[in-house]
Nanobody
């Protein structure tokens, strides 16, 4: 059974940090890229970041560049999203997802089809 399980969300003050984890199982981790997405109430889902499990290439939305860092521990089939300098506008449910799209398409990571999704974890940043 394919599973993506997010954890690490919570309530934090503006300027604080959180680290989200996405634990994957049930598929060949190295064959997939893992993306983080978020959805705030009343807003569309948006891509946050993506990492290729095979070569470690990383991609970020402009809104989080310099503040968020994505990383992968392939031995643990886990992807992390370190979020620093959090802002109230980062408040959302954060989801991780896996795509089997070929590496040459990952520059379009936010637009690709993702095959598997986690259940989401809430991040709330207070002002």
């Amino acid at each position: 059974e394919v599973q993506l399980v997010e954890s690490g969300g919570g309530l934090v003050q503006a300027g604080g940090s959180l680290r989200l984890s996405c634990a994957a199982s049930g598929f060949t981790f190295d064959d997939y890229a893992i993306g983080w997405f978020r959805q705030a109430p009343g807003k569309e889902r948006e891509g946050v970041s993506c990492i290729s499990s095979s070569d470690g290439s990383t991609y970020y939305a402009d809104s989080v560049k310099g503040r968020f860092t994505i990383s992968s521990d392939n031995a643990k089939n886990t992807v992390y999203l370190q979020m620093n300098s959090l802002k109230p506008e980062d408040t959302a449910v954060y989801y991780c997802a896996a795509t089997g799209s070929p590496r040459y398409l990952l520059r379009l990571w936010a637009l690709l089809k993702y095959d598997y999704w986690g259940q989401g974890t809430q991040v709330t940043v207070s002002s």
